[in-house]
Structures are given as C-alpha cells and as structure tokens.
C-alpha cells in the first residue's frame, strides 16, 4: 500500500448512518440504539475489585500475560470449550480482539515477501477481517465454502462462529472441513469465536476442539474476548489461543511493537476467566432481552434468520436494507444496515439488531414496533 495507510481502505461505515440516527433522536421518547454492539450493563464487581488490586503498577507488564493469566486462558479453554492439551504458553492476551483481527495478517506477513497474499473471510462478516488483509496488502477474498476456492493458497483463513453480523452459528462438520482444507494448503486458520459463549438454539464448538481438529492445533488460532460475555470492552481485553508455534511469532512481534495488555486489566481477566458465575448471569440477561425483541420483530412482520447465537438478530422485511434503516428509524430504533457486513447481493436485504441495550430500551423498541 503506497501513500496514506488510508488510502485504498473503505469509509468507516457507521458514518453513512448519521441522518438515521438524528432521525432516531427526535422520536419523542428518544433513540433506542441497537446499532453498535456496545454492552450496557455493569462490569462485574470481581473484575473492578481485580483492577483496583493492581493499579499500582510502575513496571511495564509482560506481552506474553502474567503465568497466573495464562493458566487462567488455558484452564478456561478446557472447562468451557472441551479443549484438550492447550499448554498456558500457547495462550497469548490482546489488546482487544479488534486490535488482533486488523493486524493479525500483518503479524504473519500475509502480504510481503514469500507468503501467500491472500486473505479469505466470510461472505457476511466484521468489517475489520478486509480492513486487516487490505492494511496488509494481501488480497481479500469472502467466501463461504472453501470448495469454491478452488487451488488458491491463501496465507491466512477467518471462520466467524457465532457469526458477527448473522448469529449463525458454524457447524462441528463444516468447521472441520475447513481445517482439513487449510492444512492442506498450509494456511493459518483463525476461528473468531468472541460470541461462542452465547449460544440460543445451536451450542458453538471451538475450533480447537478435539472433535473439529482432532486434538492437532498446529495451524489453528482460536480469538476469544471479554468485551461482550463480561462487560469490559472499555478494557480492550482479548486473547488467542491455539498453535503454540504460531502464538510464540506473535509475541516475539508484539514485543518489539508494545503491544501490551496493562497490568491492571490482565489482573481483571484473571480473575474473570478463573470464574464462571458472571458469564451466567450476563447470558441470561441477554436471553431476556431477546425473548422481548425477536417476537416483537416477527409480530411487525419482520423474518429473523440464522441468530442461532451471539449479541444480534439478522433481520429482513424483504426490501433493501437502507429502507428498513429509516423505517425503522421513523420509530425511534437505529439498527446497522446488512451492506456494513457484506456485497449487497449478500448481506444487502437485512439488518443487524443488537442486544446490547438495557431492558427498558429493548422493551420500548418492541412496543414501537407494535
């Protein structure tokens, strides 16, 4: 990429929604947002107690986590994803996943000398997976089956499992399939399953899992987050999981870069992942919210698809998204247009609705609906 970083890189999307949304504010009872995936609710008192612990922290952190972080991400990935034999030094905290999806083609020289220059993600999909493989200079490509890839040996491969924007979420069968198609192609395979412990009508696997990659994480990354299941996205806390090898050329670039959770917020997700109580009780928060929203959706006949998991409910009147967008922002309710996540012949007859609002705004949005 020649000139500004910019130069080449889509509009940031959101800013096309700027005449909704003050459309939105002036309902009489003011905006429900559902258009940014934002968690409203607090930060669990054990992760502000954790925090609060460790604030006086004069040395610089380790990149690599502290070793009590580490067992915590390796004890987690086993208790609650089945993962077999992750070691802790296979286990590596990030500034917010955001932070790892743009960057991770980067960090493995996706678009420079020798490795392959191409990027493929989903064919509805977080906007960053292209942004990441265009600041890269690789070639992006969506996709959804990897038998329509044909012979093209990408460097690097997303799957997205509770899906971000859709809820879909990805079979143990097909994830496996595509495993065994990136090994076949020496591809590094990155399963974003920031949303995996909200699962509603189909219960999400890790890429790790023995039954997916049976028990060989060689090439295999898993991203996890505490943005969401905890509350902390104003911590930038994430971490990733998977091939040691893999994970030991991140952090040796990480460190000459500084790219470095605080010491404070790795103590707060410590003591988070060492816990499984407030992720319970966050899960059944959005649960309630959901079963207000999804009737109400579908009542006002609205057709929900996928949302099998995850923070959204992907929802289509049968019309092009920008006119659901201001219908529904005639009521009130900002919701993020499909054609953010996709091609329009794609993603360009839905909307995306997020669960991240408190219950009072989730229940006036259904009763605008009404």
Not at 37 to 43: H, I, S
Not at 64 to 77: D, I, K, N, Y
Not at 170 to 175: F, Q, S, T
Request: hydrophobic share 45%; aromatic share 6%; net charge negative.
């Amino acid at each position: 990429m020649s000139g500004s970083l910019a130069t080449g890189l889509p509009d940031f999307p959101w800013d096309s929604l700027a005449g909704a949304a003050a459309t939105a504010r002036s309902h009489p009872d003011g905006l429900v947002d559902l258009s940014v995936g934002t968690p409203v609710d607090r930060t669990p008192a054990l992760a502000r107690e954790a925090l609060a612990a460790a604030a006086d922290a004069p040395g610089y952190p380790q990149t690599a986590g502290t070793p009590e972080l580490r067992r915590a991400m390796a004890g987690w990935a086993a208790r609650r994803w089945g993962v077999q034999g992750l070691s802790p030094e296979a286990c590596l905290p990030v500034i917010g996943t955001k932070e790892l999806v743009g960057w991770l083609p980067t960090l493995l020289g996706a678009g420079t000398g020798d490795a392959p220059r191409t990027v493929v993600f989903p064919e509805a999909a977080y906007p960053t997976y292209k942004v990441g493989a265009l600041v890269a200079g690789a070639t992006a490509v969506a996709a959804d089956d990897p038998d329509r890839l044909g012979d093209l040996r990408p460097g690097l491969v997303w799957i997205n499992s509770p899906s971000n924007p859709t809820g879909a979420v990805m079979a143990p069968e097909r994830m496996r399939a595509w495993v065994e198609w990136c090994r076949e192609r020496g591809a590094v395979l990155a399963s974003d399953e920031c949303y995996g412990e909200l699962g509603w009508d189909a219960e999400p696997v890790s890429v790790l899992h023995p039954d997916v990659c049976g028990g060989d994480h060689t090439g295999l990354l898993a991203v996890h987050s505490l943005s969401k299941r905890s509350n902390l996205a104003g911590y930038r806390a994430g971490f990733v999981l998977g091939d040691a090898a893999l994970v030991a050329s991140l952090l040796a670039v990480r460190k000459h870069l500084g790219m470095i959770v605080p010491a404070p917020v790795q103590a707060a997700m410590t003591a988070l992942l060492d816990d499984d109580t407030e992720i319970e009780a966050q899960r059944e928060r959005y649960r309630a919210r959901r079963a207000v929203l999804r009737p109400a959706l579908e009542a006002a006949g609205f057709t929900v698809d996928h949302s099998e998991g995850g923070l959204y409910l992907w929802a289509t009147r049968g019309e092009p998204c920008r006119d659901t967008v201001d219908w529904l922002a005639g009521r009130g309710v900002l919701v993020a247009p499909g054609d953010f996540y996709g091609e329009p012949e794609v993603t360009g007859r839905h909307v995306r609705m997020a669960l991240t609002a408190t219950d009072e705004r989730i229940a006036a949005a259904a009763s605008r609906l009404a």
